[in-house]
């Protein structure tokens, strides 16, 4: 496994606990792209992107996140597949209700994740990037 796969790996570990509370592995000018969906989204910097984040946890009980797989896809690329868990706070309604099957493209440069690239559609970034499932 390579330096940039176990990064992600422990990025990952905190997020499927529920602990979304470390930004050390970010690089401090970060990028957050959401390329698809209803509200497609760029935010740069670390507090830009905790102000988004902290909104969304908001709005969600036991929110987190399950991996279904890693694939390193080059030496500062790994894309990770996965879904959300967690109910609405006001809805009661189950991420897993609303298809939450979606895929993150981490961008990493000097141990550090210069770039997220959110796909809220996994078909999407996996045709985006030439791959099948």
């Given amino acids: 496994m390579s330096e940039n796969l176990d990064l992600v790996r422990s990025i990952f ?3 499927e606990r ?5 930004v050390e592995w970010a690089d401090p000018e970060i990028e957050w792209v959401v390329a698809d969906g ?5 935010l740069t910097g670390l507090r830009e992107i905790a102000e988004a984040w902290r909104g969304f946890l908001s709005t969600w009980e036991d929110a987190r996140v399950v991996v279904d797989d890693y694939r390193e896809f080059d030496d500062e690329r ?3 597949l996965l879904h959300y868990g967690g109910r609405g706070k006001t809805s ?6 609303i298809g939450s099957k979606v895929a993150c493209l981490f961008h990493l440069r000097g141990g550090k994740v210069t770039k997220l690239l959110l796909y809220r559609d996994r078909e999407r970034a996996l045709a985006d990037l030439g791959l099948e499932e």
């Fill in 18 to 22: 529920g602990d979304f509370s470390s």
């Fill in 92 to 97: 009661g309604l189950e991420l897993g209700q």
């Fill in 78 to 80: 790994v894309l990770v």
């Fill in 13 to 15: 570990a905190d997020w």
């Fill in 38 to 42: 209803p509200t497609p989204t760029r």
